[in-house]
């Protein structure tokens, strides 16, 4: 079993910024990231990091605004969004799941544990 804790959340203008990180109780073999349900819609896939490779894989809406990044010593996972926007508020989670063939990055149902999330609020 993995714990996973998210932090980091707020309130921000559109155009500013917030980091978000998730500390993970142990290590899983497949993807790890952050998932996110805006109000009255789906939870949807925002950006992921295999383990060992670190290969990332981002939602076209944040691609070059938003930067997942991790510290190994920590077992921590970081998600830096800049440039945000109203439509980027909603709850954030953490997730993490083993290694599994043919399961796209973002469908939430491959993925294993998850966090409790952390609500990020963008105002116009």
């Known amino acids: 079993q993995v714990h996973l804790a998210e932090s980091g959340g707020g309130s921000v203008q559109a155009g500013g910024s917030l980091r978000l990180s998730c500390a993970a109780s142990?290590?899983?073999?497949?993807?790890m990231g952050w998932f996110r349900r805006a109000p009255g819609k789906e939870r949807e896939g925002v950006a992921v990091?295999?383990?060992?490779?670190?290969?990332?894989r981002y939602a076209d809406v944040v691609q070059g605004r938003f930067t997942i990044s991790g510290e190994n010593a920590k077992n921590t996972l970081y998600l830096q969004m800049n440039d945000l926007k109203p439509e980027d508020t909603g709850i954030y989670y953490c997730?993490?799941?083993?290694?599994?063939?043919?399961?796209?990055?973002?469908?939430?149902?491959?993925?294993?544990?998850w966090g409790q999330g952390t609500q990020v609020t963008v105002s116009s």
């Open positions: 997730a993490a799941r083993n290694l599994k063939i043919g399961v796209p990055w973002n469908d939430e149902k491959g993925y294993d544990y």
């Open positions: 990091a295999s383990a060992g490779t670190f290969i990332t």
């Open positions: 142990g290590r899983t073999s497949g993807y």
